[in-house]
Every structure is written in C-alpha cells, then in structure tokens.
C-alpha cells in the first residue's frame, strides 16, 4: 500500500508537520495548478516517494508530464500573467473542457466549478475548503481526489 502525507505535512515543513489538521495554515495556495486542480491531494503531490512538488513549483526534477502540460504552458495565461485559467475570455477552452470531462467523471472533481469558486472567494479560501473536504474524518490523512480511499485507514470519501 502507497504511504501518502497527512495534512499536517501538506507543506513539507517540519514545523507544520507535527500540527493538528485544523493547525495547518491556509496560505498554500501556490498548490493550486492554473487548471483549477488543487496538487495537494493529487496522489503524486501526496507520495511519499520522490513526490512531485506541483505544477507551480520551478524545479529541474518536475515530472515531464507538468513540464509539457498545454494549460500551464498556454500563451494566453503568460500573456495575462495570469495564476489561473478562469481569468481567460476563452474559458473554458478546449483543453479545459477536456480535463474537466475527464476529472468529473473519473474523481468527481469539477475543475470549472473549482475556477469559479477561486475566482469568487480567492485561491486561500478556495484551498482550504478543498483540503478539508478531502481529508478523512476519521484520521485526518489526506486522501488522494484519484484514489478516493483513505490510503491510512481505507474509509472511502463522501462527496
């Protein structure tokens, strides 16, 4: 079975680890992928080995798959400067619309309502409400939007 972080560990800082989920602070919004998909409860993110760092992080060992990635690479999102899709006139674009289909259907993660949300009330708030919805209520582990168990103690999440 694949070891993953608790909450308390989102931040990879040995302070945060040792503090309570409710502890954690708010302020990881760089966690947040232009797309609208929070990295921090993507199983890659939340691995204990090797894990990936998110798609915001500007480091030579990014997987290849954030380093070709259309979205985070898109011309119009540099162009704006922008941290997120939602502040695009062509959203949602073609390639938005199909990782939406795809994450909807496949994790029940809806990366529109998920831009709209972070557009309305901010990447902070968005992120919290996000980690709080995916953190098993019975452990307090993280649990990956791909796996949809509980990797700590297999209680499988209610959405």
């Excluded at 993953?4 to 560990?9: D, G, I, P």
């Excluded at 602070?25 to 090797?50: D, E, F, H, Q, T």
Aim: a positive charge.
């Amino acid at each position: 079975m694949q070891e993953y972080h608790t909450l308390a560990s989102i931040n990879h800082h040995p302070k945060i680890q040792k503090m309570r989920a409710e502890e954690v602070p708010v302020n990881n919004s760089y966690l947040l992928a232009p797309c609208g998909i929070n990295c921090g409860i993507c199983k890659a993110y939340l691995r204990k080995n090797k894990p990936c760092l998110g798609c915001n992080i500007d480091s030579p060992h990014k997987s290849k798959s954030i380093t070709i990635c259309s979205i985070k690479n898109c011309p119009s999102l540099k162009a704006k400067n922008s941290n997120f899709c939602s502040s695009c006139e062509t959203l949602p674009c073609k390639r938005l619309k199909q990782l939406h289909q795809r994450y909807s259907a496949k994790y029940h993660v809806n990366i529109l309502e998920n831009l709209k949300e972070i557009n309305n009330h901010g990447a902070e708030y968005f992120f919290a409400s996000d980690i709080q919805k995916w953190t098993c209520p019975h452990c307090q582990h993280l649990i990956s939007m791909h796996i949809g168990v509980c990797a700590n103690c297999g209680t499988p999440i209610q959405l």
